[in-house]
């Protein structure tokens, strides 16, 4: 496997950075967020670290009373950057492993981090954090190389290794395993009880493959993803054949709804050249969308690009990938959503 030089420099210098005694691994709560999370906090263990996970939405990170903060798939603009400036101001470290763009020079306030865009990798989104953060941690977390294969597919990452990942561990177990996973995260109450299955319980995909509350989970989730994926007319805020837009809005408060029904839809053969919005309120009554396209190069788009643009004119936040990206905006602002993101098309 051929690991750019810049980047191998970025996970060597974070490994021999590591002095701290305690480290607070905050991850993102998908489940690229939880791969990264657990791998990174099985190795600082096992090199004789204190770590204790938390599975975060990117509006509660916070600064750890002691300790170091660690950072896993959290893209350090607006909170999240805020609270590493406010970690270092405190004196304390910050580091992280991610894949999204950053702030603008806030790394100075991080004690080291792995991050392909600040490596100057070659499509640098196409990486993803927990494969990164398997990478950076192998040789202490290599019996988690399962985890980084059910990261790479949900993520959809096709950097070096992420296929011979997958393939060593069964592509359709990888993929029934990834699924579960996800309809788990995007049902619970309790997000940290997946931090300690994660820990303590599961150690492969036989296992996973093997829980029955994730298999009763895949079902109630596939439920209600099925009602948008397969009736997408009828859900439809907006279907422009012209500008080839279409927005659909979901009603099940559900994690992660919006991000995997517009990734399913954004593969359908007749959307694949379509900008695909998913929009939707969570349980805080906030609207959340996502953006996908498929051919967007072929559109001269950027996804991320789109979604800060569109939802910062909301007094929202948007952003994310060329392909896909993420916001989330005020919901009584759902019909400007639908015109303003016609008219930047």
Known sequence: MEIPKTLQNQMKTLVSSLSDKIYHVEH???MDGFASGIITTVALRRMGYEAYPYPMDRGKVFVPETGALFLTDLALHGHPADIVRGTSEEGKNAYAIDHHPWEEKITRYLRAYVNPHLAGVKDASLWNAGFLAYLTFRERAMDYDWLAAISVYTDRCIAPWSEFLIDRCG?????????????????TEDLLELDYLLLNEIRSIRDVLEREE??????????????????YKDHA????REKR?????????????????????????????????VIGKDHEGTMRGSLRCRNFEERGLHMGKLADSVASALGGRGGGHPVAAGMRFPAERREEFVKLLQSRL
């Open 28 to 30: 993102d709560i998908d």
């Open 171 to 187: 592509y359709e177990n990888v993929k029934r395993a990834g699924d579960m996973l996800t309809a788990y995260i995007a049902v």
């Open 214 to 231: 994730f298999r009763k989970a895949f079902d109630i989730f596939e439920s209600a993803v099925s009602q948008y994926v397969d009736h």
């Open 237 to 240: 805020l907006l279907m422009d």
């Open 245 to 277: 837009l279409l927005i659909v809005e979901t009603e099940h408060p559900y994690r992660q709804i919006n991000s995997v029904v517009s990734t399913r839809l954004s593969e359908l053969p007749e959307l694949r050249d379509w900008v695909v919005a």
